[in-house]
């Protein structure tokens, strides 16, 4: 596609739901990363995929958030057991391998209830 | 863990007027710096990058100096313009080729007519 594409572009749920996030890279984009970006600060990355590869999970607050990636396409960003301090706007990035510039999607706003 | 570092937190400037956004890092071995403009509810854009073996780079209005010894990277706006008027984020990508990007908290730039 043209550019990163997230869905949905918005997310209401009640304390306590599990949540599934979703992002479609740009073609040919072998690298995908997951970033938490909560009001008025910074990005905080969550996850890194490259390929085939054992993904980086180093970014992930608990074990209550999991991403996944099929090779180079679509990848989910599950939130279980969600709670208020989940609150934020979650951005996917891609870029063609690792050591290149990323290109952002236009985020979910998730709310917690 | 590894730190970016960025200031002002807001700054406001007259049109034409000269802005400077500048960030500091921790990690010696990063050696990837981009810089990102958001405006209000949109994706990060990159406006600017740059890597450890250079100095400087222009872009039109737009430049970026790098000073590796004393790890501090600015992003400098010339001839600033109303558009220019958005939240900008720098980062550096810690450990080498294969690290993240770590992001600043933002500065919020507004241009007044």
């Known amino acids: 596609g043209a550019g990163v594409s997230q869905s949905p572009s918005n997310k209401v749920t009640e304390k306590g739901k599990d949540v599934e996030l979703r992002c479609d890279p740009i073609?040919?984009?072998?690298?995908l990363y997951w970033y938490r970006q909560r009001l008025g600060q910074g990005l905080e990355f969550l996850i890194y995929?490259?390929?085939?590869?054992?993904?980086?999970k180093s970014g992930l607050p608990s074990d209550r958030f999991s991403a996944e990636r099929t090779g180079e396409s679509v990848s989910t960003l599950t939130i279980q057991r969600t709670q208020q301090e989940d609150s934020a706007v979650y951005l996917c990035?891609?870029?063609?391998?690792?050591?290149?510039?990323?290109?952002f999607g236009d985020g979910t706003r998730l709310s917690i209830l | 863990g590894e730190n970016v570092e960025q200031h002002p937190s807001t700054l406001s400037v007259q049109e034409g007027d000269s802005a400077v956004i500048k960030c500091t890092y921790s990690d010696s071995a990063s050696n990837y710096f981009p810089w990102y403009k958001q405006e209000l509810g949109k994706r990060p854009q990159l406006i600017i990058d740059?890597?450890?073996?250079?100095g400087e780079k222009k872009d039109q209005r737009i430049a970026v100096t790098l000073n590796k010894t004393a790890k501090h990277f600015s992003l400098h706006i010339t001839e600033t313009q109303p558009e220019d008027s958005a939240v900008y984020f720098c980062a550096a990508r810690h450990g080498g080729s294969q690290g993240n990007l770590i992001f600043g908290k933002g500065t919020k730039l507004s241009v007044k007519p």
């Open positions: 995929f490259q390929g085939n590869s054992a993904p980086d």
């Open positions: 740059i890597r450890s073996n250079v």
């Open positions: 990035a891609s870029s063609l391998v690792r050591d290149q510039p990323q290109h």
């Open positions: 073609s040919g984009h072998t690298a």
